[in-house]
Nanobody
Framework: QVQLVESGGGLVQPGGSLKLSCVVS????????MGWYRQTPGRERELVAQ???????NYGDSVKGRFTISGDNAKKAVYLQMISLKPEDTAVYYC??????????????????????WGQGTQVTVSS
């Protein structure tokens, strides 16, 4: 029932820009953090950027200084502004979120349950 809806991928020339968007769809108690990963055939999936609900941000080394991640807690959305794109940025970009659900127990206080959710991926191609 919980899904991540991604948009903004496409084809861009080297040096160009793209902005990716991802929003949590479905009922959930909250979001702990959201971020973007990317994967190229023959390579491991790698962290691009991640932002927590508190605003803490972590970037992958390869995109530091070129990509900017931002979030909107009210919309349960995350955005990735990509500039100065390089051919090596070509990959499938996957949105990721750690979402929370309140669990009520017969005994004891309620507790939080966290789940990782992944988007289907959006293709970003940087080429002339």
């Amino acid at each position: 029932q919980v899904q991540l809806v991604e948009s903004g991928g496409g084809l861009v020339q080297p040096g160009g820009s793209l902005k990716l968007s991802c929003v949590v769809s479905g009922s959930i108690s909250g979001v702990n953090h959201m971020g973007w990963y990317r994967q190229t055939p023959g390579r491991e999936r790698e962290l691009v950027a991640q932002i927590s609900s508190s605003g803490a941000i972590n970037y992958g080394d390869s995109v530091k200084g070129r990509f900017t991640i931002s979030g909107d807690n009210a919309k349960k959305a995350v955005y990735l502004q990509m500039i100065s794109l390089k051919p090596e940025d070509t990959a499938v970009y996957y949105c990721n979120a750690e979402v929370a659900e309140m669990m009520y127990h017969t005994r004891g206080p309620p507790s939080w349950r966290y789940f990782d959710v992944w988007g289907q991926g959006t293709q970003v191609t940087v080429s002339s």
